[in-house]
């Protein structure tokens, strides 16, 4: 027999071993969260680690990812296709074990945590997912989406401004299937954090409107089950179970200090350890006694046998259901999607409107909603401004289906829990805020393109265009530094056509985040050929030639398009032979291939021009080093928005003059 302190253990040393052989990593934390860990994981998650994409399955999540080998001990010891070697290369390079959980490199991981607090965030996602799944496809007594969502906090996590963001709104759903375990150990990187973290926590979660159990001893299972056993009788409330641990638990010298936290422990401390816990084992080894207590492939099995016997009746009797809910947890688009979304582009080019494109991408909306039952929209209370309400919006509540989320003033914590709904599957959400506001959500837009989550992100008010509100609200860096995050496409529309075609493309898009950015002033549409359309989805295409061969380029996105069309055609009437490029995606057209690339910027021009209001450094890469810029340099002012571009020289006569001058040298 083997005891639950013995199985805890297990996880403990498993973890110590790795963090000393790789010299790095956070032992501290793993060791304190292993007899928690042991109850959760054995006793109530529901999980196949045969098959780890398992629809209905439970979703764990460690938002304080820095103790990863917890979870990789967890998923090894359990039964999941990770081996004692991966193990042994923790933190080493092409390991299934980075210094940080990795979703997409470790089988079983749901979320990439390490920025403390986002993996909360994500949880607070996958909560609402499956809430808002159940509501839909579950019918009486066939409950088909039916799990929770558990995630370990740690006391960073809970410092962290999105906590505060994320639990709020966690609380006003009534997420009563999310169960948050809180590392209360006392200890960060820096020492006792009674120093500079007094927050009376319990009351603060009860001010979310969460259930909160407290006092729980962290090392005793007998609490830890009654805990868990509380929480889950709680149905119209998330809860937090605080738990009272050691950072560092069975370490005779190092454990209740900020030395366990980030650092191995050190062979003569380990060895002290292993004599404290009565560990008789050398580092990596696992007697087969404990590896049969942990493994839960067979009981993995059962419960997924069980729920496809269900799932079977369930198809039985609603086949169209069934159908759809196996559709959209395959991230599968349907049949009525490809078939009508081509017509819809075709049809708006016919019918030519002057609008501006966030008024565009709610038309866009209009159009491919009804073809898209996915779409799960949310604005962080800019509704009316972003325009992501369309007519076929309902809002959620606490106790009711929806496919919109008013998220309140919360970019960041709407941008991590809307990660979260898409890595919980069954969803392709999309958020918007106005572009300068990616700054309060910045790390969330990147740990969407980290994980290649699909996620649209809707960035209106664009530029200086939006005018009076000043240089507060208008961006000039940010549409540069979401282009060069990788795995993002990042779409810049010039009008409603080139919207259309930016939100086809992100809903299409298998793997991966879409930025698109909108204009809060009108833009007129240009007239295109039909071939024309279909170019628009390579990220750039000629949107005129005046004749061969050709001396100068033009390059622009957005409302600028309009402007460097109109002095396009003014230095034509000169006598000089131009090519205006229409620029919408940048990444996109990266990717296409050398010929393509060629046959929309020759290399044999090298006199070019790019327009667009935002920093012009990123332009040098399509324009040469001698390349002409017409871009910013400096924040904007607070004017009208034809002022404003009159004052930073987008305008006509200014480019024109400044083009005559590179035309001529």
């Known amino acids: 027999m083997c005891s639950r302190k013995e199985l805890a253990n297990a996880v403990r040393m498993l973890s110590v071993d790795a963090v000393e052989k790789a010299q790095s990593g956070h032992p501290g934390m793993p060791m304190g969260m292993a007899d928690i860990s042991e109850v959760l994981w054995r006793d109530f998650l529901k999980h196949n680690p045969k098959n780890p994409n398992w629809s209905d399955r439970d979703r764990f999540v460690l938002s304080n990812g820095h103790g990863s080998m917890l979870l990789y001990s967890l998923l090894h010891l359990t039964g999941y296709d990770l081996s004692i070697q991966e193990l042994m290369n923790f933190r080493q390079i092409n390991s299934k074990t980075p210094g940080h959980p990795e979703v997409g490199e470790t089988p079983g991981i749901e979320t990439t945590t390490g920025p403390l607090g986002q993996g909360l965030a994500n949880a607070v996602g996958m909560a609402i997912a499956e809430k808002n799944l159940s509501f839909y496809f579950n019918r009486k007594n066939f409950k088909i989406v039916n799990h929770y969502t558990w995630a370990f906090v740690g006391d960073g996590c809970l410092m962290e401004g999105i906590s505060h963001e994320v639990c709020s709104l966690a609380g006003t759903l009534k997420l009563g299937k999310l169960i948050v375990f809180y590392d209360n150990n006392g200890i960060s990187i820096d020492g006792e954090i009674a120093n500079w973290f007094t927050d009376d926590t319990p009351q603060r979660f009860k001010s979310y409107h969460w259930h909160v159990v407290k006092d729980v001893d962290g090392h005793d299972s007998k609490s830890i089950i009654k805990s868990i056993e509380e929480a889950k009788s709680i149905k119209d409330k998330p809860s937090i179970i605080i738990c009272n641990t050691v950072i560092g638990f069975g370490s005779p010298n190092k454990s209740g200090s900020s030395e366990a936290h980030g650092s191995p422990l050190g062979e003569k401390e380990i060895i002290l350890t292993r004599e404290k816990l009565k560990w008789k084992y050398p580092p990596f080894y696992i007697p087969s006694k404990i590896y049969r207590k942990w493994n839960a492939i067979e009981k993995g099995s059962k419960f997924e046998e069980s729920w496809n016997k269900k799932f079977d009746l369930y198809q039985s009797m609603y086949p169209k259901l069934a159908s759809e809910y196996i559709r959209r947890m395959n991230n599968e688009l349907s049949l009525d999607w490809y078939e009508k979304n081509i017509n819809i582009i075709s049809n708006a080019q016919k019918n030519p409107k002057k609008i501006a494109s966030r008024k565009a991408s709610q038309d866009a909306l209009e159009k491919f909603g009804p073809l898209l039952p996915e779409l799960i929209g ?121 919207t259309l075609v930016a939100w086809k493309n992100a809903i299409e898009k298998k793997n991966g985040p879409t930025a698109i950015i909108l204009s809060r002033q009108n833009l007129s549409q240009f007239h295109r050929e039909n071939l024309k359309l279909s170019d628009i989805s390579y990220g750039a295409y000629i949107l005129y030639d005046s004749k061969s061969p050709i001396d100068i380029i033009f390059i622009s996105t957005g409302s600028e398009l309009e402007v460097a069309f109109l002095a396009a055609k003014k230095i034509a009437s000169l006598g000089y032979s131009i090519r205006v490029v229409s620029m919408p995606s940048t990444n996109v057209f990266d990717r296409q291939d050398d010929n393509y690339k060629e046959l929309i910027l020759p290399s044999s021009v090298t006199k070019r021009v790019a327009i667009e209001a935002s920093v012009k450094d990123f332009w040098y890469k399509y324009v040469g080093i001698n390349g002409l810029i017409i871009g910013m340099e400096e924040f904007g002012k607070s004017a009208p928005a034809d002022v404003l571009f009159k004052e930073f020289g987008f305008t006509v006569e200014n480019i024109v003059n400044k083009s005559k001058i590179l035309l001529e040298s």
């Open 378 to 498: 949310g604005s962080a209370d800019l509704s009316p401004s972003n325009l992501t309400m369309w007519s076929g919006s309902n809002a959620i509540k606490s106790n009711s289906f929806g496919n919109y989320i008013h998220y309140g003033v919360r970019e960041f914590g709407m941008s991590a829990i809307a990660n979260g709904i898409s890595n919980h599957g069954g969803f392709i959400p999309y958020t918007s805020t106005f572009l300068i506001f990616v700054e309060y959500a910045r790390n969330a837009v990147r740990m969407a393109a980290l994980m290649n989550s699909k996620h649209i992100f809707i960035y209106t008010h664009d530029s200086i265009g939006l005018g009076e509100d000043g240089p507060t609200h208008q961006p000039v860096e940010q549409l540069a530094s979401l282009r060069m995050t990788p795995n993002i496409d990042v779409w810049r529309p010039s009008d409603q056509v080139e």
